[in-house]
């Protein structure tokens, strides 16, 4: 059952001539006019065709509206609504999901009994849905072109209807000729028309018709429809494999068909195309031969062959589509439209060699590309700094990544494996410009994370000690000191950043290259010259991180640049910039960072400095000395994982402790971007809205990052801490270092297991299923095997094996798992975790001090929870540098239909 | 994705009550073949294929048993047999046992989609059992019918009476064939054909149509089929697991279609639309690792996990990574060459690096970021590369990169390899 329609046909089809498939006079409805590609397409569609879309539908939003650059298209929950607000439109456009495309097209066309036309966007439509929407189309008297399409387009109308045919420039391939364009790909119907262009070929009607299986409106509507449009001169058809869309046409124009797809005899499945598979005498050789039967010709048409008729001529390249059409008309006697616009040889927009010798014809040089790209080339060769498009990042990351499989976390590609092998500094620069510094590089950011440590009389060093006395943990003490260290402080290093950045941009490719910068002093203003001057007084710190940073081994020319432009000693705040532009450069330059975090470096420097400085009280800050450590020593010969260990135990670390110590440090920088540390960053970051990334305080960003700690999370090391201690404490332990401890470990897992089993099977039996559990054994992902290992535990195994490192804690704990299942308390032998790792460095760290008295059970909790937050704060200073970079304001939200309210 | 035989397809067909052969499965007891052959008299042994294989009775495929011996004879014949057709082998894996179904009259009947109707179309006559391609046209008809009233006892009655089918076997078809679309319709099918279907004769001495081969066809975009809970190992071997890997992904959201050209291929081609896969590959030829199409404006997570699993699988191997696409009218240019930047570079990282000679031809929204970008992750890994504008001819930037493929065999993938390894950027030693 059918309306009727077009006399020539069995079943339905209105449209009589191609004039009629795209006009001025449509007016659209779009369906979900808000979804992702709709809000995209639709607005460049409706400017373009002078405003032809009435009104969209997307449910619940109703009273939104879509903004175009012809003025706002309102929105409604449904048609019906949209209907009975007084809008009228004869075409709908479908943007719905596959599963609701059907639905759509019913509810269309039930409610608007003036509806000609459908065009549907959608792919990966359930056939069982398209063969309804056939039957629903037909019954009722409507078009449908697609699914899976691009829409139709005219140029002699100028009127885009539906997809994106054209692209964000649709004037650039629509070009109005004599050509009528179909198409089985949407992409090759304006490649298409853009390649007719070089032979001088416009366009009149553009059909995109896609390439489901169900093609609504298919070739013989199309040649019909040919035939009975007066601006078509004739007609380009490129299609596919499978159906018989395009067995016994009439075709009355002169016509080239493109069939490509010949491969495609050899599949099973369909690839590209949805139904596109060869079948019983549908593959491309068969549809080549029906044209060329059409045609009259006996061949395919090839530059070298040129084999063609006065109907048309079958290609299967479209390059050879222009050639072959021009041929075709020039036996027609038909001028091309206009003269040839650009031609089809290759142009190199890029092109690089990598230094090697490539063979002359592969060695295609670089042209201008065509307007206006090649200005946009010229343009973007000039930017510094990397971009990044702005993006929700509630739950995501750019700066780090855990692999659910290894449970092992990358930070900006580095895993925190490899990161255990590095110093807590180079972690630290890490961190904020994503590569590792060299030694030369390492050695400034000591001296400046070094530099301003001591924070005696300093207003966060109050701050903090206030804090610490009233009870609070470690992480809610560092929230008060570093909430002082606001942007003012910097302001002034950030300035100079500033002016680094945008005088050397264009001219310094490498820091360590001078530099005659003559021209740019002079054109310094008096107030940003001052900025780089040292203030009167003797500052020996700063004297000695100048001494250090010319003693390390390199020039800068920015250290040159602050130093020649304060005209003697920079200031602090020029050193630190001078520091950090150096470190900073070629990453920059690299746009592995981008601008704004150039300008914030000194504000995550000193942050980094106050973090250590902070967790130490203010009676250990002195005039001239930090934890009895003169300044300039600190600054001078310290490395900043050496100070953080000073900070934590009070003393210098010995080489094997250094190494143990950054080795802890590196495992805990990230747990990727759903830790609560984490996520506290990114939502501080949220909050002041990242899309102004100058508004972004970094140090609240930093209180963010604490505040999301807790005894839970950062504090919850000490658990296995005291655990140990409950297990070593009245042993005689004096080397936890040493293999030569005496003990009998074996014993002690024995004892330990039993006793545990006894317990465990006591509390079930009178219905604690909240006993306490051994922490560290056994994981959620490393489980189910005979023997089970957490990888990261087995990676520092083999590092200490290397290095000749024993800990008789990590001992103790492979023979607990051991002994836990001897005794059956669990079924197999679980593995050691990560965090027991974690724990036994530190204890093995503070052991001594501690078993003397020097230091209290709750001191070795804090020392924990402390080494928490320095660790986690690399990982953490990237996630914040990164929301800043690529967030949206406030994109850490929940919407609240996805919050519950709980009884 | 595609099913053949009896021995889930009886399964199904039980789902709409329509009679089937008795079938045991490759895992029946010596005990049970033999009750089956005491009921029947006389059985088929089929080898099982995964996915889809026709033609079996043609080669020799299946073995009839009167006894046991014969019946075993036949399964270790056929259990691990592998079958050819075109350029497909496929191998068997277990075999079925089916009760022979004594019968005067056998059937061929399927639904499918007609592109010739534009409708959901049956194909019947009752000179079935042989390949349907060689029914005389003239003894076979092909109905369409109206989706929305779905498939009528008067088609069947109507059709079996123009090719004058015996009057015997009109009423029991017209009654029991119809169940066919309750179960085309509702679980995703694009195809179902039974042949043969043999005819029969009850205690009664009425004739009960009997299924005796089962092959179908789902649409994988129709989500419907997975109500059917089929355990996924059935359709494994229509897909390498490259190919599964990559159909993880599929979502409406942007095309994600793969299909391994040759696995020895040194040319891994990540294309842009169906038209350009169509093209791309057919010029490429055996060149080519893998054919794809990644158009429909995937997001960039997307794309990034695509890559990374075509990297995976392709890179090693490769001399040209070719990215090659036309001028996008909605796919974004730059989110897609970042994701396919980002995922190379994190190879690089994790694997090392790759002599590789990278040629793009694109054009679209947002292209000069995106080749920017791509030129900055390029230049950084040291690797080699053209970038072409939509101006330039697909064809030409094909046989560019036909031609840069050829020189690295002939020893330009030794010279990036020694560049490469050799001025290799060291990463930042460990320093503690």
């Known amino acids: ?903 | 994705m595609q099913l053949t035989g009896l021995l889930w397809g009886g399964k199904l067909l039980k789902k709409v009550e329509f009679p089937v052969a008795d079938v045991l499965g490759p895992e029946s007891s010596v005990d049970e073949i033999k009750e089956l052959i005491k009921r029947h008299g006389e059985i088929f042994v089929k080898p099982v294929f995964k996915g889809g294989v026709g033609k079996k009775g043609k080669s020799g495929l299946i073995g009839r048993a009167k006894n046991i011996e014969e019946a075993l004879r036949h399964k270790e014949r056929l259990y691990f047999v592998e079958h050819s057709a075109g350029n497909i082998t496929a191998k068997a894996d277990g075999v079925t046992f089916e009760g022979f179904v004594p019968a005067k009259h056998e059937v061929y009947f399927s639904i499918s989609e007609s592109t010739v109707y534009r409708a959901p179309t049956i194909t019947i006559t009752h000179e079935g059992g042989v390949d349907i391609e060689e029914v005389p046209k003239d003894k076979l008809r092909v109905v369409p019918f109206d989706p929305l009233t779905g498939l009528k006892s008067y088609h069947i009655a109507n059709a079996l009476e123009e090719l004058k089918a015996p009057k015997e076997i009109i009423s029991p078809l017209v009654q029991n064939l119809p169940k066919l679309w309750t179960l085309y319709n509702n679980y995703g099918f694009s195809l179902i054909e039974l042949n043969p279907i043999r005819m029969m004769p009850n205690a009664a001495g009425r004739l009960v149509p009997v299924a005796c081969d089962f092959k179908a066809t789902f649409d994988i975009d129709d989500p419907a089929w997975k109500r059917l809970e089929l355990p996924p190992h059935l359709f494994a071997s229509d897909y390498s697991e490259f190919e599964q890997e990559i159909n993880q992904l599929r979502t409406y959201q942007g095309q994600s279609d793969v299909f391994v050209i040759n696995p020895h291929g040194t040319i891994t081609a990540p294309t842009f639309g169906g038209g350009a896969n169509a093209l791309v590959t057919e010029l490429l030829g055996e060149r080519a690792t893998i054919s794809s199409d990644f158009g429909g404006n995937p997001p960039y997570e997307k794309m990034l996990q695509i890559s990374r699993i075509v990297f995976k699988y392709w890179l090693k191997q490769s001399n040209v990574l070719f990215i090659i696409g036309g001028k996008a009218n909605n796919t974004d240019i730059y989110q897609t060459f970042r994701a396919m930047a980002d995922a190379l570079r994190e190879y690089f990282q994790d694997n090392g690096p790759t002599p590789l000679f990278v040629v793009i031809g694109r054009g679209g929204p947002n292209l000069v970021k995106g080749m920017a970008y791509m030129k900055d992750t390029l230049d950084r890994l040291k690797l080699p590369y053209r970038m072409f504008g939509h101006d330039s001819a697909m064809s030409e930037v094909v046989n560019y990169a036909l031609t840069v493929d050829e020189w690295m065999r002939q020893g330009g993938r030794r010279l990036i390899e020694e560049k490469l390894l050799g001025k290799r950027e060291e990463p930042a030693q460990a320093t503690v």
Not at chain 1, 5 to 26: C, H, M, Q, R
Not at chain 1, 239 to 267: H, S
Not at chain 1, 442 to 451: D, H, K, P, Q, S
């Open chain 1, 1 to 903: 059952m059918h309306k009727e329609g077009v006399k020539n046909f069995p079943y339905y089809v209105g449209i009589d001539s191609l004039e009629e498939v795209a006009t001025k006079e449509d007016r659209v409805c779009v369906l979900n006019i808000l979804g992702t590609e709709s809000r995209t397409v639709t607005p460049v569609s409706h400017a373009f065709s002078g405003g032809n879309v009435v009104f969209g539908t997307s449910p619940g939003r109703s009273g939104q509206v879509l903004e175009t650059p012809t003025g706002d298209i309102p929105v409604y929950n449904s048609v019906k609504e949209g209907l009975d607000a007084g809008h009228r439109f004869t075409t709908a456009v479908v943007y719905l999901p596959p599963a609701g495309v059907k639905d759509g097209v019913a509810e269309v066309v039930k409610f608007n009994p003036e509806l000609k036309k459908i065009i549907i966007i959608t792919e990966k439509i359930p056939i069982h849905d398209a063969r309804i929407i056939r039957a629903i189309c037909q019954t009722n008297g409507v078009d449908v072109f697609g699914g899976n399409c691009l829409g139709v387009a005219d140029s002699w109308n100028r009127v885009r209807i539906g997809g994106a045919l054209g692209g964000s420039r649709p004037e650039e391939s629509l070009v109005k000729g004599s050509v009528a364009i179909y198409s089985n790909s949407g992409n090759f119907t304006t490649t298409i028309a853009v390649y007719l262009l070089t032979k001088g070929w416009g366009t009149t009607t553009s059909i995109s018709s896609g390439k489901d299986v169900y093609i609504h409106f298919a070739p013989r509507e199309f040649f019909h429809a040919l035939s009975n449009d007066p601006r078509s001169k004739c007609a380009v058809i490129y299609v596919e494999p499978g159906g018989y869309y395009e067995k016994d046409l009439n075709i009355t124009r002169p016509t080239v068909a493109c069939v490509v797809g010949r491969w495609k005899a050899r599949l099973t499945k369909a690839c590209g195309h949805a139904g596109s598979l060869a079948g019983s005498g549908d593959d491309a050789r068969a549809k080549e031969r029906w044209f060329m039967d059409y045609f009259g010709v006996d061949d395919i048409y090839t530059p070298e062959n040129p084999v063609f008729s006065k109907k048309g001529a079958v290609v299967t390249n479209i390059a050879h589509i222009p050639e072959a059409l021009t041929k075709v008309m020039e036996l027609n006697g038909i001028e091309p439209d206009f003269e040839p616009r650009g031609d089809l040889s290759l142009k190199c927009w890029f092109a690089n060699n990598a230094s090697i010798q490539v063979p002359r014809e592969l060695d295609i040089q670089t042209v201008r590309a065509i307007s206006p790209y090649g200005e946009q080339i010229e343009e973007i060769l000039k930017q510094v700094g990397a971009q990044y498009p702005r993006q929700s990042m509630k739950d995501a990351s750019g700066a780090s990544m855990m692999d659910p499989t290894t449970q092992i976390t990358k930070l900006h590609g580095v895993s925190i494996l490899d990161a255990g092998k590095h110093s807590f500094e180079e972690n630290l620069v890490l961190s904020v410009i994503k590569n590792y510094p060299d030694s030369y590089e390492r050695e400034l950011a000591n001296t400046v994370l070094n530099g301003f440590v001591n924070s005696c009389n300093l207003p966060e060093l109050l701050c903090a000690d206030a804090a610490r006395k009233e009870g609070n943990s470690p992480n809610t003490v560092l929230t008060s000191a570093i909430s002082i260290v606001g942007r003012a402080r910097v302001k002034d290093a950030q300035r100079i950043m500033e002016i680094i950045f945008d005088n050397f941009k264009l001219v310094v490719k490498d820091p360590a290259e001078p530099l005659d910068y003559k021209e740019i002093i002079d054109g310094l203003s008096d107030d940003d010259r001052v900025l780089f001057r040292a203030s009167d007084g003797e500052d020996r710190v700063l004297r000695a991180m100048v001494d250090k940073v010319d003693g390390a081994g390199r020039s800068s020319v920015f250290v040159d640049f602050v130093r020649d432009v304060a005209r003697g000693l920079p200031s602090r705040a020029a050193l630190l910039a001078a520091v950090w532009a150096t470190l900073a450069w070629k990453p920059l330059l690299r746009k592995d960072i981008s601008r704004v975090t150039f300008v914030t470096l000194p504000w995550y420097s000193l942050l980094f400095s106050k973090m250590i400085a902070c967790s130490v009280p203010a009676e250990r800050h002195t005039e001239d000395a930090f934890c009895g450590v003169k300044d300039t020593e600190l600054t001078g010969e310290w490395s900043f994982t050496e100070t953080a260990f000073l900070a934590l135990v009070g003393r210098r670390p010995t080489e094997e402790e250094l190494f143990e110590f950054s080795l802890l440090l590196g495992l805990i920088v990230s747990n990727g971007p759903g830790t609560i540390s984490a996520q506290g960053s990114k939502g501080a970051v949220s909050a002041d809205g990242p899309e102004d990334p100058i508004r972004v305080q970094i140090n609240k960003a930093f209180a963010g990052f604490l505040t999301h700690t807790g005894f839970a999370h950062g504090g919850n090391g000490y658990e296995a801490i005291e655990f140990l201690i409950e297990r070593f404490r009245n042993t005689g332990l004096e080397d936890p270092g040493s293999a030569e401890h005496g003990l009998d470990l074996k014993k002690i897992a024995d004892e330990y297991a039993t006793w545990y089993g006894q317990y465990k099977t006591e509390q079930k039996a009178i219905g604690n299923i909240e006993y306490k559990k051994i922490p560290c054994v056994g994981h959620p992902v490393f489980k189910g095997k005979q023997v089970n290992y957490d990888p990261r535990e087995r990676f520092i195994e083999e590092v200490f094996k290397e290095r000749r490192i024993y800990n008789v804690f990590l001992d103790f704990y492979r023979t607990l798992v051991q002994s836990l299942f001897e005794a059956r308390v669990t079924r197999n032998v679980f593995c050691v975790n990560v965090d027991a790792v974690i724990a036994v460095i530190l204890l093995k760290m503070v052991w001594n001090t501690f078993t003397s008295g020097r230091m209290t059970e709750k001191e070795v909790e804090n020392a924990a929870f402390t080494t928490f937050l320095f660790g986690r704060m690399v990982g953490c200073a990237a996630e914040i540098d990164d929301h800043i970079n690529r967030g949206r304001d406030m994109d850490t939200r929940t919407p609240a239909s996805r919050c519950t309210f709980i009884r």
